[in-house]
């Protein structure tokens, strides 16, 4: 359903067991024993020297001989995963793309070889123990990275007591129940699914679906999410989702996305490597040429250098500029309440030029009431209220529960309520025609009652008109009071130089009022859900990235338009699966804690670009000039890669106002 620009905003999945710097496929814990084996080795053999001769049983054997063994094992012990990932993945991405695919891991594996082939036995060794080294602690900060994020993905899945029909409980997994199931929650216990109270109250910890940690009072006839958890009272509660449509589950298969999805930037360079690999590996033999024939180096020496180059040229450092760093930039906004299905979307946001809104449950709370209820026409007050109750209280509409809160409810009608989506409801009774609807930019009978709508639209209220047999019966006035947090957000937004715009169903007045209140910079009113992405469309093909921001079923078309569609956490299942990102809270400022997020981790891995080939660009160099030696070209090599990983892990950190 994705309807997202190529250039702006290209999902890509790429699994992160084909990174070379993920481990996720390999036995991480013995390649690290085995690590610390050889490390162990080598250290015992620092006692020996090399030259000298020891007596064992008698025998006379000069250590050179009984080291060099030993030297092999040391290789094969701490280097078995750089091993492993380098000719293993080389193979394998080798066969699944019919061309050859060098891992970078080669270029360390070849100036190993080419180390031994020379007699630079121990600096074989230190280059694979370095290089070895480093990897594992790379892994241990890419863990830091994505803390947040495995948190949300491992919450708990809890047993449920569900009540037989004859009355007694049996304990199940909470992910075999079914809609209509009943369950008993006891005190202190996690919710088992999403569902509805129907005996009992409590206060809900909903702290890991929300973020919101002051726990929620809930009573008879409130939703509740599975996960959350029970505070002092005993509820029971019908379940009315299946365990893979929970909004834990959705959450989940938001979050687990992020893994996957990688930004513009981490895919270029994904496509790089190999071939970069294989130009460092073409040209290793003629710099090796060069040296012996332009440099005037003998030929052990244009050999060392050479092995040296393989070093320095390696990407390592390259390659984990933008991961663990994106990776970090989603944790933290996870951590924050703020669900991203992947780093190509975080990409997008530090481009924003425009933010689209919805306003109802956007924008304001979402919860309008009713203010004004104007009668024009002389009637059957009690009848009509009636009528509208029953024709509302068969709408799916926003204003329907606003609407039922406030007229009375009389005797039961069976009426059939047609729903028009954008415009309102109509049934028919006794022969007689009923609409409820938004007044668009039409005339009514009379000027008094434009009059009307006009002064209720002025001071910011929607308007809604009930009418029989197309005469106007009554003017509604609503009002949805706008959330603090918008106002603070938009004012944000307005001072990064960001295009505020807000879409909305609502008639202009309205529109105008509430916009002018939040100083948000353009308003598109009277607008219908198929129009919503119209307007996204058109902001694109200006060529400005755009985000679009809501929290309902008629919002779901434009979300998809747009370069980052954004779903409000208490929005609709459609809205919140065609999102590209969810704020968990309904908080706007949120938004634009996000879009602060996105512009450092741009900075960051364009900084990490920069450091990373000017180390290369460094050790190319000292290596021609005959100043650099191995040991000192990994310590440098490997250092530079943890450098880039531990600046992308300051993105961990919560960005302060």
């Known amino acids: 359903m994705k309807l997202k620009n190529e250039e702006t905003s290209k999902k890509v999945i790429i699994p992160l067991k084909e990174h070379e710097h993920e481990h ?27 030259g000298n001769n020891v007596t064992i049983f008698g025998n006379t054997f000069n250590n050179k001989y009984i080291l060099i063994p030993v030297y092999y094992l040391i290789l094969f012990l701490s280097g078995f995963h750089v091993i492993e990932e380098g000719i293993e993945d080389t193979i394998k991405s080798t066969k699944k793309k019919k061309k050859f695919t060098p891992n970078v891991h080669i270029l360390m594996l070849l100036a190993a070889i080419g ?25 241990f900060a890419s863990e830091k990275s994505t803390k947040e994020i495995k948190k949300l993905l491992n919450l708990n899945k809890s047993k449920a007591l569900l009540i037989n029909e004859d009355g007694s409980f049996s304990e199940v997994a909470s992910d075999t129940l079914k809609i209509g199931d009943k369950v008993r929650v006891l005190n202190g216990s ?38 959350t958890i029970n505070g002092e009272g005993l509820l029971i509660v019908e379940i009315n989702k299946n365990s893979d449509e929970t909004v834990l589950a959705k959450i989940i298969e938001l979050v687990s996305q992020t893994q996957n999805d990688l930004s513009k930037t981490a895919v270029l ?27 005037k180096w003998d030929r052990d ?83 009509h209220d009636n009528i509208i109750y029953h024709m509302e209280s068969n709408s799916n509409h926003p204003l329907a529960k606003a609407l039922t809160s406030h007229f009375n409810k009389g005797e039961n009608l069976n009426l059939e309520v047609v729903n028009m989506i954008g415009l309102g409801v109509h049934t028919t009774y006794n022969n007689n025609d009923y609409q409820i609807f938004k007044p668009l930019d039409e005339d009514f009978e009379n000027e008094n009652i434009n009059s009307i709508i006009s002064t ?22 609503l009002i949805d009071n706008i959330k603090e947090s918008s106002i603070d957000a938009i004012k944000e937004l307005n001072n990064l130089n960001i295009e505020t715009v807000m879409i909305t169903g609502d008639a202009k007045n309205t529109a105008k009022t509430i916009a002018n209140k939040l100083n948000i910079t353009t308003v598109h ?22 985000s679009m921001v809501g929290d309902g079923i008629n919002d779901a078309p434009a979300l998809a338009t747009s370069n980052i569609g954004v779903a409000m956490g208490s929005g609709t299942d ?28 741009k900075r960051v891995v364009i900084q990490n670009i920069i450091f990373a080939m000017t180390v290369v660009l460094f050790l190319l160099v000292t290596n021609i000039l005959g100043i650099m030696e191995m040991p000192l070209a990994v310590v440098i090599h490997e250092g530079s890669t943890l450098v880039v990983i531990l600046s992308g892990l300051r993105l961990l950190k919560t960005i302060k106002k």
């Open 24 to 50: 996720e496929h390999h036995n991480v814990k013995l390649f690290f024993i085995l690590y610390l084996v050889g490390l162990v080795i080598f250290i015992v053999t620092l006692f020996f020297k090399m």
């Open 574 to 601: 459609i809205a919140i699966d065609v999102a590209d990102a969810v704020l968990m809270k309904n908080d706007l400022n949120k938004f634009v804690y996000t879009y602060k997020v996105a512009k450092k981790l």
């Open 301 to 383: 020496i244009a050999f060392y250098r050479t092995m040296v180059l393989l070093i320095g040229a390696s990407p390592c450092a390259l390659a984990v500029t933008d991961i663990p760093a994106t990776l970090s930039a989603i944790s933290n906004l996870a951590k924050n309440g703020i669900l991203f299905k992947g780093g190509s979307y975080l990409e997008n946001m530090a481009d924003l030029d425009v933010v689209a809104f919805d306003k109802t449950g956007t924008l304001t709370t979402g919860y309008p009431i009713v203010t004004d209820v104007i009668r024009v026409k002389d009637s059957n007050v009690s009848f």
């Open 456 to 477: 209720l639209q002025n001071d910011g209220k929607t308007v809604v008109i009930f009418k029989e047999n197309n005469i106007t019966i009554s003017i509604i006035g």
């Open 115 to 139: 180390a031994l082939i020379i007699g630079e036995y121990i600096e074989a060794v230190l280059l694979i123990l370095i290089f070895a080294g480093a990897h594992f602690l790379e892994d």
């Open 190 to 227: 996690s919710i088992p699914s999403d569902g509805i109270i129907i005996e009992g109250h409590s206060e809900i910890n909903e702290a890991n679906i929300t973020g919101e940690s002051i726990p929620t009072y809930k009573k008879v006839g409130d939703q509740v999410f599975g996960s």
């Open 525 to 546: 009113a009277n607008v219908l859900p198929t129009e919503k992405a119209s307007i996204i469309k058109s902001y694109r093909d200006n060529n400005k990235v755009i």
């Open 269 to 295: 360079i994904k496509k790089i490597e190999p071939i970069y690999v294989n130009i460092v590996l073409i040209f290793a033999p003629i710099f090796f040429l060069l040296g012996m024939y332009l440099f």
